[in-house]
Each structure stands twice: as structure tokens, then as C-alpha cells.
């Protein structure tokens, strides 16, 4: 696995110590999202062995916005709150293997900003909210939410992957983040995986997606999980037990606290609700970073540019 095992004793227990409350986020907080003159991005850098690289500075990186080289205007490391949606396999096959999956999920909330807000999305052929409030950041409440779906049905993946987004939309936190665990591939979405991808791409969500397959399961589909991670600058898993799910998510919850933050202006030509590939590199530069080679970045492969009309509609209002 290329995960390192990151807790000794992760707890794996109902009653987590949390608060409770949701303070408002830092009023100096970059936006993760593109308007009319700046696009933020999230970026986790690793070396060879996937651990990961810390003390980068901005001018070990590069950005190419639609291949053409654009200027850093702001940059970061430091740990954002988020909003993040939580979302889990409830079909007939994940029954064996839902206990760990939300116990794993409530450590990850344990070990994440104690500023960040969650919420829970059940799916097998439907997809539900167990919340009674948009948000939270209290484990009772979220594995009650857990709870209320029996794992039954059939795998609504795409369908989940489209509302859990559109529940992003209402989070306070401008950095967004999905956690996603299955174990079987597609078969009773409305939505096709062409859909849930422009539903990534178009929240700014950093997704990481956790594949709990059997070997013999014929709708396995480890390709889908990679995709909806790649295209969010995420990582897709897929551990052999699902008693390694703690691990994964306390690697996840270390990725996301400790995200570089940059910014830079967009090519200045024109707003057309297009899709805009994305390029960044990071180099390491001096001798203090002469012993890491081979840096892999791993940011959003792109972002949508807002209309003029849009930008404009939004700034009045």
C-alpha cells in the first residue's frame, strides 16, 4: 500500500471527543475557487515514496494555465478548514465491511481541523442525508447518520457522487473536500460517469475515493475510483482488508491539513464557462532539497473559467 500507517491506536470509538460547535472560518482565508481575476488550488506534494513534502517554497513551483506559464500571486502552507462530505456504500454487499468503513470515517473527523464541517451521505440505489442540519462536527450525530440507511440495494455511485457535491455548495468553508467508499461499481444511477466527474470538477472538491472490492465481484470498477480522484487532484485507495480503512483515513486527514495553497491569475482570454486545464510542477531548488527526487504533485486537473455575465451577476447581488 502506499499509505503509511500514521496512528498507533487510531480510536476507533462511537463517542469521540469533539467540539461541538462551528466557529466561523478565518476571515484571512484564501477562496479555493476561480473568479474574476484569481484561481486558488489546493496542492499535496510527495516524493517516490509517497511521503510527503514539506517546506516547498514559491519558487519551487510552476503553473501553466492552458500550457502557458502564469505568475504565483499568493502562496501558503497551512491547514484550512473544510467542508466535507462523507459519503458510504449502504448496498446489500458492503454489510460485513460498513462497520469499519464509519468507524475509520469518525477517527478522520477525530484527527481533521477542529474547524471543519461535515456531513453524511448514505447511498445504495438512493441516496439520502442522515443529518438533521446541513452540517456537523459531532460523531454521535454523524454515526447516527450512518445508521439510519441498512445496507441494502443496489450501488447508486454516480447519483451519490452528483448530490454530495451539490451539498458542498452549501458548506462556510471555501476549501471542500469528499471522502467516497464503495465496493462495487455502478448499476442504478440516473447519472453517468461523465456527469459525476463535471459535478467534481465544477464544486472545486478534492476527492479521495476508497475501493473495498472483492476479487470476484464482476462490477468491481477500481478505474471509476481513479478517475474521480485524479480529475480532484485527490488519490483513490484500495486496501486488501477493510481493517486498514483507519490508516487510509488518517493519510487522508494528514494530506488535506498540510495542502500548500496557491494562486494565480488566469489567462485573460475571455469567460466562457469552459474547462481549463491546469499544469503544476514543483522543483526542488538549493541544497537543503538536493536529496528529493522525483516530486509528484497532485492538484485539480483543471477549473471551469465563470462567464462575464455570471461574475457580473454575482458581483450586484
Given amino acids: 500500500m502506499p499509505y503509511r500507517r500514521l496512528v498507533a ?46 517546506n516547498l517554497t514559491k519558487d519551487n513551483f510552476r503553473i501553466y494555465d492552458e500550457g502557458r506559464l502564469v505568475a504565483i500571486h499568493d502562496f501558503s502552507q497551512r491547514d484550512i478548514p473544510l467542508t466535507v462530505g462523507l459519503v458510504v456504500d449502504s448496498s446489500t454487499s458492503m454489510r460485513p465491511k460498513r ?13 481533521s481541523n477542529p474547524e471543519d464541517e461535515a456531513f453524511v451521505v448514505n447511498f445504495n440505489e438512493r441516496v439520502s442525508f442522515g443529518l438533521r442540519q446541513p452540517f456537523s ?22 447519483d451519490a457522487v452528483v448530490a454530495a457535491t451539490e451539498h458542498l455548495a452549501l458548506g462556510t468553508r471555501d476549501k471542500k473536500a469528499l471522502i467516497l467508499v464503495s465496493d462495487g461499481g455502478d448499476n442504478s444511477s440516473r447519472h453517468d460517469l461523465r456527469q459525476a466527474l463535471e459535478a467534481i470538477q465544477r464544486s472545486e472538491a478534492i476527492v479521495y475515493t476508497i475501493g473495498l472490492y472483492d476479487d470476484q465481484d464482476p462490477e468491481r470498477n477500481p478505474g471509476v475510483l481513479r478517475q474521480l480522484a485524479r480529475a480532484s487532484g485527490g488519490e483513490a485507495f484500495f486496501p486488501q482488508r477493510s481493517t486498514e480503512l483507519p490508516d487510509i483515513l488518517a493519510h487522508i486527514a494528514e494530506l ?22 491546469v499544469r503544476v510542477i514543483a522543483t526542488p531548488l538549493g541544497r537543503r ?21 455570471n461574475v457580473a451577476e454575482g458581483a450586484g447581488r
Fill in 9 to 54: 491506536g487510531v480510536v476507533l470509538a462511537a463517542g469521540l471527543c469533539l467540539g461541538q460547535g462551528q466557529p466561523a472560518p478565518p476571515k484571512d482565508e484564501l477562496r479555493i475557487s476561480a473568479s474574476v481575476d484569481r484561481v486558488v488550488l489546493p496542492v499535496t506534494v510527495v516524493d517516490g515514496r509517497d511521503r510527503i513534502v514539506a
Fill in 99 to 111: 462497520e469499519h468503513a464509519i468507524l475509520a470515517a469518525l477517527s478522520f473527523v477525530r484527527l
Fill in 137 to 158: 462536527a459531532d460523531p454521535d450525530q454523524l454515526r447516527a447518520a450512518f445508521l439510519k440507511v441498512p445496507c441494502e440495494g443496489r450501488t447508486a455511485l454516480y
Fill in 256 to 277: 488535506l491539513r498540510s495542502q500548500y495553497t496557491i494562486t494565480f491569475a488566469p489567462v485573460n482570454d475571455g469567460r466562457d464557462d469552459r474547462y481549463r486545464h
Fill in 289 to 309: 532539497h538536493q536529496l528529493v527526487r522525483g516530486l509528484v504533485v497532485r492538484t485539480r486537473a483543471g477549473y471551469y473559467a465563470p462567464k462575464i455575465e
